[in-house]
Nanobody
Framework: QVQVAESGGGLVQAGGSLRLSCTAS????????MGWFRQAPGKEREVISC????????YYTDSVKGRFTISRDNVKNTVYLQMNRLKPEDTAMYYC??????????????????WGQGTQVTVSS
């Protein structure tokens, strides 16, 4: 069964850090671009970051540039999202997903079909 599972969310004060992990199973992880998305209550889902199969290519949405870092370990079948200097506006459910297209020529991080259940990140002010 193809699946990904997120972990590492929680409650943190503004300015703090969290590291999210997403471990995949049932697929050849090294063949997939991977990404992180988030959705806050009442808002649309947005892409946060994605990483190419090799780990060399990365993308970050403007609101997290300089604060978040995506990485992957193709031996452990895991993609990470290190989140530093967290802000209350980072509060959301965070999802890991496979990426069908890293860059379409217009958009980055077009999601594929494999999604996790999400992990909640809450940043208090």
């Amino acid at each position: 069964q193809v699946q990904v599972a997120e972990s590492g969310g929680g409650l943190v004060q503004a300015g703090g850090s969290l590291r999210l992990s997403c471990t995949a199973s049932g697929l050849t992880f090294a063949n997939y671009h991977m990404g992180w998305f988030r959705q806050a209550p009442g808002k649309e889902r947005e892409v946060i970051s994605c990483i190419s199969v090799s780990g060399i290519g990365t993308y970050y949405t403007d609101s997290v540039k300089g604060r978040f870092t995506i990485s992957r370990d193709n031996v452990k079948n895991t993609v990470y999202l290190q989140m530093n200097r967290l802000k209350p506006e980072d509060t959301a459910m965070y999802y890991c997903a496979s990426i069908a297209t890293f860059y379409s020529g217009t958009y980055y991080c077009l999601p594929g079909t494999v999604w996790g259940q999400g992990t909640q990140v809450t940043v208090s002010s």
